[in-house]
């Protein structure tokens, strides 16, 4: 059951989520102030909000999950849908009842991270059937809401102020960047699932090749702001991210061309890949900042 639990939770973005806040806080911290009680009810609450997205897009989506993961714990039958359903309400109080314990403001990050993720899966709104609306929705939350939300929630209450200093910018920009990427991408191997339940992506609308050559040029002004980030003097350590970024957008490049996009498992494969480069960002950021106060 722990297995279908943690398979449920679709782990590759619990650890993004991981990485991404912890990330934050070292980056909010300017003293290097660590205050356990904080981070953990912070990570919680940004855990448990993720589980409540994820679960409920799988909640929504039997019936196109049958054909397109059909290894998922609901279309695999290792999970039922009302067992689903309660996990995804148990996870959404989780997210609002500590996220309220840690502040009010927090839980307004919250409540509106989960509301986007919930118009995202469910009608009247149910943006995940529209590319461009899905891209939006991810893009908000991964490249917004939470490098910026969670950035300010921590320096509020490590240092007791609100303040934006001009280095989270790149950060937000690569994020955003790499979100629309993630929505691009995971649709590409989805498009017989998708085209017959009428979802709008844009693997579908525009075929599999001109959908993933678009993320392609996103991700690559991705990587190529934040080196003009740091030439511009933005960053820390330039060196260090002039030459972290190259060899990441380089190895990018290269699986990106080696791949090929009608080959469903390859994709699947880039997929997981991809979502790697996205956790090493978390680790990289702020280790240029770590170095240069060492």
């Given at each position: 059951?722990l297995?279908?639990?943690w398979?449920?939770?679709r782990?590759?973005?619990?650890?993004?989520?991981?990485?991404?806040?912890?990330?934050?806080?070292?980056?909010?911290s300017?003293n290097?102030?660590?205050?356990?009680?904080?981070?953990?009810?912070s990570?919680?609450?940004?855990?448990?909000?993720n589980?409540?997205i994820?679960?409920l897009n799988?909640w929504?989506?039997?019936?196109?999950?049958r054909?397109?993961?059909?290894?998922?714990?609901i279309?695999?039958?290792r999970?039922s849908?009302?067992?689903?359903?309660w996990?995804?309400v148990?996870?959404?109080?989780?997210a609002?009842?500590?996220?309220?314990?840690?502040?009010w403001?927090?839980?307004?990050?919250?409540c509106?991270?989960?509301?986007?993720?919930?118009a995202?899966?469910l009608p009247?709104?149910?943006?995940?059937?529209?590319?461009?609306?899905?891209?939006?929705?991810?893009?908000?939350?991964?490249?917004?809401?939470?490098?910026?939300?969670?950035?300010?929630?921590?320096?509020y209450?490590?240092?007791?102020g609100w303040?934006l200093p001009v280095?989270?910018?790149?950060l937000?920009?690569?994020?955003?960047a790499?979100?629309?990427?993630?929505a691009?991408?995971?649709?590409?191997?989805?498009?017989?699932?998708?085209?017959?339940?009428?979802?709008g992506t844009?693997?579908?609308?525009?075929g599999?090749?001109?959908?993933?050559?678009?993320?392609?040029?996103v991700?690559?002004?991705?990587y190529?702001g934040v080196?003009?980030?740091?030439?511009?003097?933005?960053?820390p350590?330039?060196?260090f991210?002039?030459?972290?970024?190259?060899?990441l957008?380089?190895?990018?490049?290269?699986?990106a061309?080696?791949?090929?996009v009608q080959?469903?498992?390859?994709?699947?494969?880039?997929?997981l890949?991809?979502?790697?480069l996205?956790f090493v960002?978390y680790?990289?950021?702020?280790?240029?900042?770590?170095?240069?106060?060492?």
């Amino acid at each position: 059951m722990l297995r279908t639990l943690w398979q449920f939770s679709r782990p590759h973005t619990l650890i993004g989520s991981t990485l991404s806040i912890v990330a934050l806080y070292s980056l909010a911290s300017a003293n290097r102030v660590f205050d356990p009680s904080l981070l953990g009810w912070s990570l919680l609450a940004a855990l448990a909000c993720n589980i409540y997205i994820t679960g409920l897009n799988q909640w929504a989506d039997v019936a196109v999950d049958r054909i397109n993961k059909p290894w998922l714990p609901i279309p695999a039958g290792r999970l039922s849908r009302n067992q689903a359903g309660w996990i995804v309400v148990i996870a959404l109080l989780i997210a609002l009842a500590s996220s309220a314990w840690v502040s009010w403001p927090f839980l307004g990050l919250v409540c509106l991270i989960a509301a986007i993720g919930t118009a995202y899966s469910l009608p009247p709104f149910h943006l995940k059937r529209h590319h461009g609306w899905a891209a939006g929705a991810i893009t908000l939350v991964r490249g917004v809401l939470v490098n910026l939300g969670f950035f300010l929630h921590f320096q509020y209450q490590l240092e007791g102020g609100w303040d934006l200093p001009v280095f989270i910018w790149p950060l937000v920009g690569f994020v955003a960047a790499f979100s629309m990427g993630i929505a691009w991408f995971k649709d590409i191997p989805d498009t017989a699932g998708d085209a017959q339940f009428q979802y709008g992506t844009l693997a579908v609308q525009q075929g599999r090749n001109p959908a993933f050559r678009l993320g392609v040029v996103v991700v690559s002004l991705a990587y190529a702001g934040v080196i003009g980030a740091a030439l511009a003097g933005w960053l820390p350590s330039a060196l260090f991210f002039v030459c972290t970024h190259t060899l990441l957008l380089g190895t990018f490049l290269y699986m990106a061309w080696r791949l090929n996009v009608q080959d469903d498992r390859a994709v699947k494969r880039f997929y997981l890949f991809f979502w790697g480069l996205f956790f090493v960002e978390y680790v990289v950021y702020p280790l240029g900042f770590i170095l240069e106060a060492a």
